[in-house]
Each structure stands twice: as C-alpha cells, then as structure tokens.
C-alpha cells in the first residue's frame, strides 16, 4: 500500500535558524514528489514537483531534493511569513490520472 | 493569475440532507479532481475526472457521491444524503493535461454536517 510519513509534525524555529522537514514514502512505483504548502483555513499551495533522485528544486528560501526513499525540504533562514504546514504528496506511476497520495504535513511556526 | 475557485466557502447542512459542492477549474485545464480533509487529518482523495467521466474514485467515494461537469467551466460534487462524518474541507483541484503533473488547488468549501 503506497505511504506518506512526514516528521517532525510540528517545528518551532527562530527566524534565522534553518532546518529540514522530511517526507519518507512508499510506492511501488514513483511517478512523482510533490510538496505544498498550506495555510490554516486554505488549499494546498504547489511548491515543488521532484521526479528522479538526485533532483532538487529551489524556490526563495525552500529548496526540495529526493532519494530513493525520501525527500527533504531544506528552509534557509526562514521568516515568519514561512510559517505554515508544509505537505508531502506522491503519485503512483501506475496510477491512471495521477490522484495523490499526502502525508499528515509538518507544521511550522517561525518566531521573530 | 488563474486560480482555482469554490462556492460555497461554508456550508452548514442536516443529516440526511444533499449538498452541492461547486468548482471552477482552471479554464483549459483538463484534469480535475475532488479530495477532502477532516479537520486534522490528511487530506484524501475521493475522485479524479476527465473527458467527462469519472477516471477513478476512492473507497470513500461511495453510492451517496456523485460529480458532474454540467456546463464547460463548473465542475460539482453532490452528496446525496448527508452523514456527520462527512464534515470535513473539500478541495476541487485541476491540472492542465498529460505530460504536467501539478494539480492546483482552490481554496476549499468547509462542509458542517450537524
């Protein structure tokens, strides 16, 4: 059965400190990684799409990279507008139209 | 920017009751998509739509849900007699075709079922 695990499920973080959240998965194909980000009462927000490992992506202060196993999504020097819960998604490659697979989410809160 | 929107943002419904969920996709995009999520859980996937048929659905997406593209922008989830479990935020989602992965998102209908 394809699974998403996020950790931590909260994190607190001055602004300033970087950190990691990490997304282990299991699928019996990949198709693709997806990250997003939500914001309480709202939608997911696409950030990412990471397809082979080895690949990495970066955004403003996100960069997301994948292994075979895992993804990691690195914050440098985060501020408090980067305060949300970040969410890991996968896509089965033998899935037909690509529904996705999500993980619980990691929620972050930056403090000035 | 081309966005994803849903109507209503709030609905307060009875059980038994059926309730409509409407979405408007982004226009030219040709996927389109129904999760939801329970106040602190993950958010599911119910039902994935394409050339206008159902291209598959989970095991939640049972006999009581159904979905329509009744016109060229509106995409609806109907329920057809409400259960307090189904409380819980419904996104419609969209991607634009084969070959981009990237499914966007509106902003969610918050369903209350009392």
């Known amino acids: 059965e394809d699974q998403v695990t996020q950790s931590p499920e909260a994190l607190r973080l001055q602004e300033g400190e970087s950190s990691s959240l990490n997304c282990s998965y299991t699928v019996s194909g990949l198709r693709g990684l997806f990250w997003y980000r939500q914001d309480p009462g709202k939608g997911p927000e696409f950030l990412f799409t990471?397809?082979?490992a080895g690949e990495e992506k970066e955004k403003e202060r996100l960069k997301a990279t994948l292994t075979k196993k895992e993804s990691f999504l690195h914050i440098t020097a985060p501020k408090p507008e980067d305060s949300a819960t970040y969410l890991c998604?996968?896509?089965?490659?033998?899935?037909?139209?690509?529904?996705?697979?999500f993980g619980k989410g990691t929620k972050l809160s930056v403090k000035p | 920017e081309p966005e994803v929107t849903q109507t209503p943002s709030h609905q307060v419904t009875q059980m038994g009751q059926e309730v409509i969920l409407r979405c408007v996709p982004i226009s030219n995009h040709l996927y389109f998509y129904w999760y939801r999520q329970i106040l602190g859980q993950k958010v599911e996937f119910l039902v994935s739509?394409?050339?206008?048929?159902?291209?598959?659905k989970s095991e939640i997406f049972d006999d009581q849900f159904s979905v329509e593209r009744p016109d060229g922008s509106n995409f609806t989830l109907k329920i057809r007699s409400t259960k307090l479990e189904d409380s819980a935020m419904y996104f419609c989602?969209?991607?634009?075709?084969?070959?981009?992965?990237?499914?966007?998102f509106g902003p969610g209908t918050r369903l209350t079922v009392t």
């Open positions: 739509f394409y050339n206008n048929e159902i291209s598959e």
């Open positions: 990471l397809y082979s």
């Open positions: 998604a996968v896509q089965d490659r033998w899935g037909s139209q690509g529904n996705l697979i």
């Open positions: 989602a969209s991607k634009p075709g084969q070959g981009t992965d990237e499914q966007y």
